[in-house]
Antibody, heavy 119, light 106 residues
Framework: EVRVVESGGGLVQPGGSLRLSCAAS????????MTWVRQAPGQGLELVAN????????FYVDSVKGRFTISRDNARNSLYLHMNSLRAEDTAVYYCARGLWFGELFDPWGQGTLVTVSS | DIQMTQSPSSLSASVGDRVTITCRASQGISTYLAWYQQKPERPPKLLIY???TLQSGVPSRFSGSGSGTDFTLTISSLQPEDVATYYC????????FGGGTKVEIK
């Protein structure tokens, strides 16, 4: 079964940092783009970042550039999102998803991990 | 940036009804259009890509059509398990999601 499982969310103060992790199984992790998509409470979906199979290419939505870093460890079948200088507007459920079509289609998605930025 | 506009934002229909959701792109996107289903408290699920190709395992009552700027998702006979919010998404040279359409049972 193709599966991705996120971890690492929680409550953090504005300006703080957090690292999200995503463990993949059931497919050849090194053969796929991987992505982070977020959903603010009661809101729609937003691609946050994606990363090419070998890590040589990455994309970030403008609102997180310079603050978030996506990375991967193909030996551990793991994806990460390092989040710094967190803001209230970063509060969301963060989903890890396998990327299809150069990381722009998402299937499957994990259950998500909630990040709450609040004092 | 290309904007994706879905309509309606919500709808209520009876079991067995034919349901149609539309998605309009602000510029032509050929058939680089996907549809996702998000059931309450669940992650999204890819239903359709390339405007009309059903992802494996998706029931055949779901279908997609369109090209250029205008697209539709059709549920031929609404079932109780189809209660969800449906999102369209443009891909290929950038990702943009539509605002979502919430489908409920009347």
């Amino acid at each position: 079964e193709v599966r991705v499982v996120e971890s690492g969310g929680g409550l953090v103060q504005p300006g703080g940092s957090l690292r999200l992790s995503c463990a993949a199984s059931g497919f050849t992790f090194s053969g796929y783009w991987m992505t982070w998509v977020r959903q603010a409470p009661g809101q729609g979906l937003e691609l946050v970042a994606n990363i090419k199979q070998d890590g040589s290419e990455t994309f970030y939505v403008d609102s997180v550039k310079g603050r978030f870093t996506i990375s991967r460890d193909n030996a551990r079948n793991s994806l990460y999102l390092h989040m710094n200088s967190l803001r209230a507007e970063d509060t969301a459920v963060y989903y890890c998803a396998r990327g299809l079509w150069f990381g722009e289609l998402f299937d499957p998605w994990g259950q998500g991990t909630l990040v709450t930025v609040s004092s | 940036d290309i904007q994706m506009t879905q309509s309606p934002s919500s709808l209520s229909a009876s079991v067995g009804d034919r349901v149609t959701i539309t998605c309009r792109a602000s510029q032509g996107i050929s058939t680089y259009l996907a549809w996702y289903q998000q059931k309450p408290e669940r992650p999204p699920k890819l239903l359709i890509y390339a405007a009309s190709t059903l992802q494996s395992g998706v029931p055949s009552r779901f279908s997609g059509s369109g090209s250029g700027t205008d697209f539709t998702l059709t549920i031929s006979s609404l079932q109780p398990e189809d209660v969800a919010t449906y999102y369209c998404q443009k891909y290929h040279t950038g990702v943009t999601f539509g605002g979502g359409t919430k489908v409920e049972i009347k």
